[in-house]
């Protein structure tokens, strides 16, 4: 890959993050302000998609409890209209 690619493959997920407003920003730490942890979340989630994208599942926990109960809830209501239907 030529480093033009490489520029602009890293400018297309600083956007497609929405990160072009904070791209020389700098993230921050203990004692220097930076990005927001929103942010933060998302420049980690875009060095992901830069180094390793095919190994990169973005799940929170939240994701993974939204994802189970929905499972959950259609597993329920299957089962309600199998046993109600007949």
């Known amino acids: 890959m030529s480093t ?4 602009e493959r890293v400018e297309q997920v600083i956007a497609d993050l ?7 920003s700098p993230i921050g730490g203990q004692w220097v ?3 927001s942890g929103g942010e933060k979340r998302r420049v980690s989630i875009g060095i992901e998609l830069i180094t390793n994208p095919s190994a990169y599942l973005p799940l929170s926990p939240q994701c993974l409890i939204f994802i189970s109960l929905s499972l959950s809830l259609s597993l329920s209501l299957s089962l309600n209209r199998y046993y109600i239907l007949g």
């Open 33 to 35: 302000r930076g990005i």
């Open 4 to 7: 033009k690619m490489k520029y």
């Open 18 to 24: 929405s990160l072009q407003h904070v791209a020389e």
